[in-house]
């Protein structure tokens, strides 16, 4: 099955896993396994990747591209639950994992999953295909929850003329469609807006954050995936907007932050040591050639962390 996904940020994120070549590896977020496969390709026999995906298709396609790398494990679940996946294979401890966070190019491009504002197809938007579809919100949450997902995960101003125009067409029949709902995001902001860029993008996205509840399932990941790190053991994460950015960048903040003493103490009496270092210290973000080959890559961020030997 084909689920074609060109990696974003590839060379750069292999790079700062620094990849040891008998060490063992996380793939979060598998997608097409373009990452999986660069790693894959470093590892030695006596290495290990454990490549993790919560959409069928992808375990399917990711299964059939990396069959022929014998260090290659697949795993169907969810990156927030990284410990217990690996924990059940056997594995305490990893040197390395890597998240790719955010909707595939192959999810966006295939209408029927209805992540995409772009084509016609049923309101769904679920990463696992299981589960609360972005239909059940959009025609079944109250005011309340609809404008607070909109203007919270969407940082959408027109949150409330949106939300009141979804509560007035799905009193009169059911929201079944994406152009659907498009169309009705397009009808409650003002015309301005319109000519800025389609005006169902940040709405769609605040509606694919809740459905897959991505915010805490990112907490849940980084802390998880970090507690398995070995020493020297690093993490990179690509994210794509900038609440998952800020999520990142505050943790990988915290991890790195040593002693909390005023800073008029003559001597730490709070013990606190860096559990973490940052591997550069501003976000990687792509190419000009990079944008040029792949427009989609504009907004990625690569963030990276070393942990300390202080942090066991």
Same mark, same amino acid.
């Not at 999986?36 to 059939?64: N, W, Y």
């Not at 509560?167 to 709902?181: C, D, F, G, V, Y």
């Not at 999520?247 to 008029?264: E, F, L, N, R, S």
């Given at each position: ?100 966070? *955010? ?5 966006? $491009?295939?209408? @029927?999953? =209805? /992540?995409?504002?772009? +084509? ?92 897959? *509840? ?5 907490? $849940?990941?980084? @802390?998880? =995936? /970090?507690?398995?790190? +070995? ?82």
């Amino acid at each position: 099955m084909e689920f074609s996904h060109k990696p974003v940020l590839l060379n750069e994120t292999i790079n700062a896993l620094n990849i040891k070549p008998n060490g063992v590896y996380v793939d979060g977020t598998a997608g097409g396994g373009g990452h999986s496969e660069e790693i894959l390709k470093r590892l030695s026999p006596q290495g290990r990747l454990i490549s993790i995906d919560q959409d069928p298709d992808a375990i399917l396609a990711v299964t059939d591209r990396l069959s022929k790398y014998s260090s290659s494990i697949i795993c169907k679940g969810n990156f927030s639950q990284v410990d217990t996946i690996v924990n059940s294979l056997g594995i305490e401890k990893i040197d390395g994992i890597m998240l790719d966070i *955010g909707v595939s190019s192959k999810q966006l $491009d295939t209408p @029927e999953r =209805g /992540f995409s504002f772009h +084509n016609d197809a049923p309101l769904d938007m679920r990463m696992s295909q299981s589960g609360t579809s972005a239909y059940d919100l959009v025609n079944g949450l109250p005011y309340g929850d609809l404008i607070r997902i909109i203007n919270q995960y969407g940082e959408e101003k027109f949150a409330k003329p949106i939300t009141r125009a979804i509560i007035q067409h799905r009193e009169e029949a059911p929201i079944k469609t994406t152009l659907q709902l498009a169309e009705i995001i397009k009808g409650a902001v003002p015309a301005a807006v319109r000519r800025e860029g389609h005006p169902a993008r940040k709405t769609f996205q605040a509606l694919r954050i809740a459905v897959n *509840g991505e915010l805490d399932r990112l907490k $849940d990941g980084l @802390e998880n =995936g /970090f507690k398995l790190l +070995n020493p020297h053991g690093r993490m990179a994460i690509i994210t794509f907007h900038s609440l998952e950015d800020r999520i990142v960048k505050k943790q990988m903040a915290q991890w790195c932050i040593g002693c909390t003493c005023p800073k008029d103490f003559p001597v730490c009496v709070c013990g606190n040591k860096p559990k973490a270092q940052l591997v550069f210290r501003k976000p990687i973000t792509a190419s000009q050639q990079e944008l040029t080959d792949n427009p989609r890559s504009r907004s990625a961020k690569l963030r990276a962390v070393e942990k300390n030997i202080t942090s066991l």
